[in-house]
């Protein structure tokens, strides 16, 4: 089990959409980098890590800060918490405004067509949410 927001738990992430046929089909042309800000997270403050992804494939999955991406997506460790557990749907966040998106406008478009089976595929992983709980 990875402890999450853990480069292990990333990184199983990574691999689990790699893994996925159907997100590799309708990801086959998806480049673009991901740059996630989680506020408010338990005895540690703001955490960051970037995704980045080249003709579908995630290559890399990196804990802290970034200077760029395509994308910034921002919210509090409670929402995040729900969307990696899959009793939150991020189009439902969006509307919500409890998720934050900052971005190129052409590219997010393929990102919200991908975004709910991502969120899908990592609500598989079996994680330790209880790491910044105490």
Not at 114 to 133: G, R, S, V
Request: charged share 25%.
């Amino acid at each position: 089990m990875a402890k999450y927001l853990s480069q292990d738990w990333l990184d199983l992430g990574r691999i689990a959409v790699n893994n996925n046929e159907e997100f590799r089909k309708l990801g086959k042309n998806l480049n673009l980098t991901i740059y996630h800000v989680i506020s408010d997270v338990p005895n540690k403050g703001t955490v960051y890590f970037w995704s980045t992804f080249k003709d579908g494939k995630c290559v890399e999955v990196q804990l802290g800060e970034k200077s760029a991406g395509d994308f910034t997506l921002t919210a509090s460790y409670d929402i995040w918490k729900q969307l990696h557990d899959g009793s939150l749907e991020i189009v439902q966040a969006i509307l919500e405004k409890s998720l934050h998106v900052e971005g190129k406008p052409v590219k997010g478009i393929k990102i919200l067509k991908l975004a709910p089976l991502m969120n899908k595929i990592i609500a598989t992983i079996e994680t330790d949410f209880k790491i910044f709980d105490g």
